[in-house]
């Protein structure tokens, strides 16, 4: 199973962003394999619509779980009509390697 | 007397389109519209696409069975009113929340939704740990809501004016 977390940079040490949208990087994670694929959100400085088009980046993934510090009013219904799992996170100290470290165990 | 409280009704999951359209016929210039609402939409979605029973369905939609069992009739006779007279269908408005069930996790302190409505959550899945509660606030409530519940408390307050005049 595949799980999404946003981040601030492109590292392992960066921390969690608390926005979904805008966030700077998707950390793409499997469970399985063990893999880390970081991903440039391009919708960054997007003025409209900056979560549904990052729904999109991540469910071309098939990602199954997003976490994340907040999730938009948009990007919720959109996020329940596709049955992905939110996990929301309002610890913006934690890096993704805590998270990762986190789901392993 | 205050009139009784209008309870939100919930919807899991949006409709994917806006609505349908007739074609064929000789009308077609007085397409009349029927507004389905989204709580009656719901309601069909679950009881004959779902095939739940009412009792489930109700609980689904965080309202009484009578209410539910109304709801559904509305929706049924709209919906069949369409289909013989040749009128649009729009489904929109309707005072309702979208929202899935949301747990807190009493170990790593994450809040998690269910988006499989089917099946119980049986673990935090974070941290792997069993000691999660369930979780209710406005913050996750969606716009849409309390846009209509400050028009819905605006309506009830214009009758109870009527009342006392």
Redesign the interface.
Known sequence: MRIAITSTGNTLDSKIDQRFGRCAYFVVYDLETKGIEFIPNPNVDALEGAGPASVQIVAARDVKKIISGEFGIKVKSLLDSLKMQMIVIKEPEKTINEIINMLNN | MSPRPFILRKI???P?ISGFKPYGGYNRGENEIIFLHLEEYEALRLCDYKMLNHHQASLMMAVSRPTLTRIYSRARKKIAEAIVMGKQIIIEGGKVY???EWYSCNN?????????KMNDISEC????KKDYSKFNNII?E???SSEKKESNKEELHENSHHQYR
């Open positions: 899991s999951d949006p994917v979208f929202d899935s790593c302190g994450c809040y998690f939704n269910n988006p499989d899945p974070l941290c792997r996750f969606s716009e849409y």
